[in-house]
């Protein structure tokens, strides 16, 4: 089972200092190391999420087995025809269960496997969608020109240009640059 040696292997990255031929298990600072899950699914010809998701179902079933073995039997002898998912949300919810709620599922699974999974999964909230993000942009900025002091400046769209005056001579003589306006020689003040 994949699950169960994935479980069996996975540990924390880091490698081997110790022994005399630590250069062939350790690697350098900066190489990037192999996920335990990505290195299985190499072995097994899989993908690495189909070797979490086995990780997933052998540890279900190991919950499961730790409160009612024979169920666990026989989820591994196929004699009760149950899809990952339900063995999945069945472990999961016997994980996190408070011992009634435990006693209860163990009796409900002895009983009818699908039946308690479905029971299970109706309880599990549903993922709620994600809003789409909301992205305020500042609004583009209008480009005025100052004909007295010769200066450029920037004022925003809701600005009334009419009561608006050059922030630099307090003049009042302003245009409204072209959008496709470029700096020149001729209006380059920076050159003098």
């Known amino acids: 089972m994949v699950g169960q040696e994935y479980e069996l292997e996975h540990k924390l990255h880091g490698g081997d200092r110790r022994s005399k031929t630590f250069e062939e298990k350790s690697k350098a600072q900066n190489e990037p190391l192999k996920s335990t899950a990505e290195k299985i699914a190499e072995e097994h010809g899989v993908s690495r999420e189909t070797v979490k998701r086995s990780a997933d179902l052998y540890n279900s079933v190991k919950?499961?087995?730790?409160?009612?073995?024979?169920?666990?039997?026989?989820?591994e002898s196929e004699t009760i025809k149950a899809t990952q998912t339900d063995i999945v949300a069945v472990g999961e919810a016997l994980e996190t269960a408070s011992p009634e709620e435990k006693e209860q599922l163990v009796g409900d699974i002895r009983v009818d496997f699908k039946e308690a999974a479905k029971k299970v999964?109706?309880?599990k909230p549903k993922k709620q969608k994600k809003e789409p993000e909301v992205v305020i942009?500042?609004?583009?900025?209008?480009?005025?020109?100052?004909n007295d002091c010769e200066w450029g400046f920037d004022v925003y769209p809701n600005t009334k240009i009419e009561s608006t005056f050059c922030p630099y001579c307090k003049g009042d003589n302003l245009d409204k640059r072209e959008e496709n306006w470029e700096p020149t020689e001729a209006n380059d003040v920076s050159q003098e």
């Open 137 to 146: 942009r500042p609004p583009s900025a209008i480009e005025l020109w100052c």
């Open 63 to 75: 919950i499961i087995g730790e409160v009612a073995p024979e169920v666990a039997r026989e989820i």
């Open 121 to 123: 999964k109706s309880k």
